[in-house]
């Protein structure tokens, strides 16, 4: 495994919101590190350790802040897996590639060492998002195939995992499936789990009890379309969460793009409907924070609101897939095409 030094500054116009009580988030800067990758995979562990898995097989991380990196990459036989998922417990490192064959790795040596977990053939096969509840329950999920999504579940530690039988699941919609575009496609609160979709629906599918029953709401996000709908889903507690997304071909649409709920995913209202931000690719609750501030990124930029996504303002023109946070809003690490970013908040 490569250890790496690098810093890129990049210096940014302070820019910053103000919340009624007169907290302010302001970017001083972005660090940039270069990466050899297209990253959509990124887990923050704490304020020193940050994980990421990317295209062509790479993956790496950093236990101080970015000083050093340990950078690597993965090829079983002749397959060189792409990376969208990666999830973190205090016992192991796991990463998920995309297609067909679809492979689950498990790492409890900090990636000298993997072990395949799960594998699936079915040529329709394509894994979008995965996460973890503790050290022993886990989830991912994918498309379609026939008209349920694919959803996979561990109680072990991630040692084995199971696929949820079509017969438990919801039916999805021809045309409906899900984006691959930043790991945020599951949510995780309590015994909850929120997973969205896109495509000709754009729905929240919610199980309450860790993925052993499921319903399904409709949203008002907008659809139809094959790179219309829902991107991103994340929840401040048991009730309130956030939906992100809009048309990946039309970035600019600020309609019918992002949504609010307080009752748990059962209705949605959509929010800031006609103002920015347009498309983006995942969207963050701020934590340690009463305010429900939230943050947004995509290709376009960054996009910050400091009252629940009532208001918003772009505090950045730089592009990136997806953002995670340690124990507070000080620790943000975002990820794109062939770069790592982190925060520098003034």
């Known amino acids: 495994m490569k250890k790496i030094l690098f810093l890129v500054f990049i210096s940014l116009i302070g820019l910053s919101c103000k919340n009624e009580t007169g907290k302010e988030l302001t970017i001083k800067k972005i660090i940039i590190y270069p990466v050899n990758s297209s990253v959509r995979a990124l887990e923050v562990v704490n304020d020193s350790t940050v994980w990421f ?69 079915d040529s329709s096969a394509f894994y979008d998002a995965m996460a973890f509840w503790n050290d022993k329950e886990g989830i991912a999920m994918g498309d379609p195939i026939e008209n349920s999504l694919s959803i996979i ?104 793009n992002k949504a609010v709920t307080t009752d748990g995913g059962k209705t949605w209202k959509l929010i800031a409907d006609g103002k920015t931000p347009g498309y983006r690719s995942c969207v963050r609750y701020v934590p340690d924070n009463e305010d429900k501030q939230i943050i947004a990124v995509g290709t376009p930029g960054i996009s910050l609101s400091m009252d629940g996504g009532k208001n918003w303002q772009n505090i950045s023109n730089e592009g990136f897939y997806t953002i995670r946070f340690g124990s507070s809003y000080k620790s943000a690490w975002l990820a794109g095409n062939k770069k790592i970013g982190k925060i520098v908040w003034e």
Request: aromatic share 12%; hydrophobic share 35%.
């Open 53 to 121: 898995a990317g295209s062509r097989g790479v993956f790496g991380f950093t236990e101080n802040n970015g000083i050093t990196w340990n950078i690597d990459s993965i090829k079983t036989g002749n397959i060189v897996p792409h990376f969208r998922s990666i999830a973190v417990t205090n016992k192991a490192v796991f990463l998920l590639s995309i297609a067909s064959p679809v492979l689950l790795y498990k790492s409890v040596d900090k990636g000298k060492n993997w072990k395949i977990v799960y594998r699936e053939n």
């Open 153 to 256: 579940i561990t109680r072990n530690g991630g040692n084995s995992w199971q696929k949820i039988s079509n017969s438990k699941l919801p039916q999805t919609y021809k045309g409906e499936a899900a984006f691959a575009a930043s790991n945020s496609n599951i949510a995780l609160h309590g015994n909850n789990v929120w997973i969205v979709t896109g495509g000709k629906k754009a729905r929240v599918f919610h199980s309450a009890d860790k993925g052993n029953s499921w319903e399904v709401f409709d949203t008002p996000i907008i659809k139809g379309g094959q790179m219309t709908g829902i991107y991103s889903v994340d929840f401040y507690d048991d009730k309130t969460g956030i939906i992100f997304g809009g048309d990946w071909n039309k970035k600019e649409q600020n309609t019918k």
